[in-house]
């Protein structure tokens, strides 16, 4: 995503704004180069249909947009913070914020700055839409080059929200997780309620996207990430549908470890945007074994 203000221009279509300037985040694409109907909110919604169907994708009405549960974007219409917000008056009026990760919370609000962070179960939302690409082919991915990085923090938790605990040595249950994690004793607050479903054993995130933070000053520890596994000088996304070895033990990459609303109320506010398509790895365990600090984290 990138940072888009609001369009200028006259506040009877201030809300059509906003949704544009969401969209415009979300697509990468410049505001300007939209189309923006000077019209209302419904007629620009079929403009942006056809626009974004010539590029693959597409706005699909979400339902029950309060029970929403999906780690991709999408963007509501909420009923907006009553008087100044960030400068702008909305007086309740409805604005469009762009939403991301499950929980789900604000990560863009053009019209109304305040809402920046909130959980979207907090809001009034009155319709919402996911952008969402047309083309459900998985593509096979290509063989990567082999990668090598190196352990540099392990933690624990007991239970779901408990204070992270950090390790210098971990023992790794194949199927399970870590011993003393509260996803290997199955009661994590993401932890399945029907049976066991892969991507829940093990989380890793990479240092390196700590330190960026940090330079940008908006300092995360690793405890405060609540993931598993620290790592340097690997990019852990790439693990994503390939095994790997941490120390001995034989792992698998599920998929993307996104952030959600429940970690940015934990460690914070703020956390949640910075950490899109960074906030690590979810990973199976496959083989018994320890883990200490400082051995390697490489593809098997």
Partial sequence: MIDVELPPGPAADALARGFAACLSSVTEVPVTDLPLPEDDLAHALGAWRSWLAEHGSGLVPIADPVRFQWAGWWIAVVEGPAGPAGGRHVNGAEVA?????????????????????????????????????????????????????????LAVAPAAEAPMQLLEVAQARSGRGLDGDRYAAGAGTFTPRAGRRPGYDLTLIAAEVLDEMAAAGQTLDFAGTRRNVLTRGIDVNAFVGRRFRIGDVLCEGRRL?????????????GILRPLIHRGGLRADVLTDGEIRLGESVHSA
């Avoid at 962070?117 to 082999?146: C, F, K, M, N, W």
């Avoid at 470890?257 to 506010?269: I, M, N, W």
């Fill in 97 to 153: 914020v762009l939403a991301f990760g499950t929980p789900p919370g604000v990560v863009l609000s053009p019209q109304a700055p305040a809402l920046l962070g909130r959980a979207t179960a907090d809001l009034r939302i009155r319709e919402a839409y996911a952008v969402a690409s047309l083309d459900p082919v998985l593509h096979r991915q290509s063989a990567e080059a082999d990668l090598h990085g190196t352990i540099e923090g």
């Fill in 257 to 269: 470890c996104e952030p959600c609303v429940h970690l940015d109320r934990l460690s914070g506010p």
